[in-house]
């Protein structure tokens, strides 16, 4: 399974974003799909997921409201939808694949977003 993430760039404050997670080797909807971020000199954390089947969905409380999550099956992709971001959401954005979010068995390269004006 290798998974690839883009999207990221450079963006003002209030702009946005669309992250993307693009699957080979499996099926994505076989498995919880998470977007984690690392902001510098802090720890790594969960910002959303989309399980499989119904696609239920996780945001953190800090991007609650601005950020949304799908999942393209036909394209074997899921996409993470960034609205007015803010120079905290700033970090290396990764996506990750298993049957527990909160413990992947897969991780891709990571997206680097930067909020700054």
């Known amino acids: 399974v290798q998974l690839q993430a883009s999207g990221g760039g450079l963006v003002q404050p209030g702009g946005s974003l669309r992250l993307s997670c693009a699957a080979s080797g499996t099926t994505l909807d076989r498995y919880a799909i998470a977007w984690f971020r690392q902001a510098p000199g802090k720890e790594r954390e969960g910002v959303s997921c989309i399980s499989p089947g119904e696609g239920g969905t996780y945001f953190a409380d800090s991007v609650k409201g601005r950020f949304t999550i799908s999942r393209d099956n036909a394209k074997n992709t899921v996409y993470l939808q960034m609205n007015n971001l803010r120079p905290d959401d700033t970090g290396i954005y990764y996506c990750?694949?298993?049957?527990?979010?909160?413990?992947?068995?897969?991780w891709g390269q990571g997206t680097l977003v930067t909020v700054s004006s």
């Open positions: 990750a694949a298993g049957t527990d979010w909160k413990r992947p068995d897969y």
